[in-house]
């Protein structure tokens, strides 16, 4: 056994390009209590698009008009984006979910063909429970369904992945005949879901193998694997599925999705890496833009990283016991097997000051895998001159952070936007908080600035939060307030990092959430809680009604892995 740290495979003339179909923008998409906004979708393509993703499920196009317009702007405008993709040498892939259903294939094409590269995902469930209990049909009424839905898929397009669901509790026989019947209709993707996340590890990589020795025309498509978390085993399952056979692997960032989640990309992809010569596969991931990607959807969808979550969690490269730490430094293999820098994990060593210029900054940017336009580098650059103005010491821990911030804020036009806050607080005094926003007609796009005062006795950030509900006229529960410190500071002057997750008193299934960096944590609570608000407003404009009974948010969520729970009048079935 080597003690080597490793680096990348060796060689890959052996090794088969493993593809990477990422589904945090749907299967993660439906973790309880997420609600992503459309152009928190965008951005999330983006950096996926940037970490070397090779199919992207944007989404479930027929679940609600909200959906189909995240997949559609996705398909238009990161399809064609081919920004840190030189390894892979083409833009990603935009698939679209459907059921078994012309209706929804149609949909789903509808959105993802402007991409340049396109697929349509349809799926049916093929277990006798399902079949049974939830279909109510027949195993050859459910042959019949699957061939016609993919044969109608292929009228329309020519990449097409049907996966029988609940696959891991299906006859394997009898999923051999459907699987059969839907290459001979056209399926170029056959992806095998043990959607309840049932399998055990030997048990998942026998059925990837029996399907591949069994399957008419098994040679002619690229097998798949998606694996959800029920029993903690999803990476586990995965990767035998990849030994037995799998070329392509369904799964999320930070694991997210229904229920326990999906496999981790992360995960995956870090195993590969680290041990290039076990798997007969490889990845066009660019490890570097992991963490950054992990940070951006646990920010987007306010669904935290764990501290001990493998890769990307906050304790992941952190040493408490004094026998690690005196390892580490003597040689950092002794107790690490990844470097944390190839995940691009920031350090925490001091790189740059207030005196640094332009040029530093940029190169510094570059070193840490961003790829900003002239536009973001110039606000970038502003930022961080700021901040360097109030920190001394400026780390990548710092930059990373702080870009984040700026560029997420660049992404979206809010609603509203938070001018100025001012606050009175001490021992004895009851806090007041005097807030000015300015807000821009949706129309005609004028602007109007106002300005309220509120007070409390629970502090500060309780009186802003009071005087921004009061300006902006709305009525929320808060439902997660949290302050972390970024980085170190030599004088109290760490950047402190507040996630806000909120909901509209009236709507409590619909969650949103927002965050906000900076050294005086009042204001960066008073920006995080404006940011959740924001999201709150666009959310609605773009739902209008329907956000109002609840339909975006909760039916359209649970109806994909429990299809009959959509609204069929919504979905038209
Ligand atoms: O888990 C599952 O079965 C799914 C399918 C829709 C692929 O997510
Ligand atoms: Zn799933």
Known sequence: MSTMTASAPVSRSTQDKLIIFDTTLRDGEQSPGVTLHIQEKIEIAKQLSKLGVDVCEAGFPVASEGDFAAVERIAKEVGPLMVNREKLGKP????????????????AYDAVKHAPLHRIHTFLATSDIHLEHKLRISRDECIARATEAVRFAKSLCNDV???????????????CKVLGAVIAAGATTLNIPD????????????????LIQHTPGADKVVWSTHCHNDLGLATANTLSGIMNGARQVEVTINGIGERAGNTALEEVVMALYTHPKTFPVYSHIDTQQIFRTSQLVANKTGM????NKAIVGANAFAHESGIHQDGVLKHQATYEIINPSVVGVPSNSLVLGKHSGRNA????????GYHLSEAEFQRAF???????????????????????DELGALSQTPAIELRNVQVTSGTGVIATATVEVVSTDPVDGTESVQVDAAISRNGP????????ERLVDVNVTLLQYEVRAVSGGSDGDALGQVSVKLCDVQLPHIHFNGTATDTDVVLASARAFMAAINRMILHSRAHGEKAANGENGVAAKTGVEGAEVIDRRKVGV
């Open 92 to 107: 990603m892939i935009i698939c679209g979910l459907a059921r078994a259903v012309k209706n929804d294939i149609q949909r």
């Open 161 to 175: 992945e049907f996966s029988p669901e609940d696959s891991g509790r299906s006859d394997p026989e009898f999923l």
């Open 195 to 210: 959607t309840v996340g049932y399998n055990t590890p030997d048990e998942y990589g026998r059925i990837i193998h029996y």
């Open 304 to 307: 935290a990283v764990q501290a």
């Open 361 to 368: 900054f940029r190169t510094r940017l570059t070193q840490l």
């Open 382 to 404: 502003e930022r961080f001159k700021r901040t360097a103005d109030s920190k001394k010491a400026v780390t990548d821990t710092d930059i990373v952070a702080i870009i984040d």
């Open 461 to 468: 950030i309780h009186a802003v939060f009071k005087a921004i």
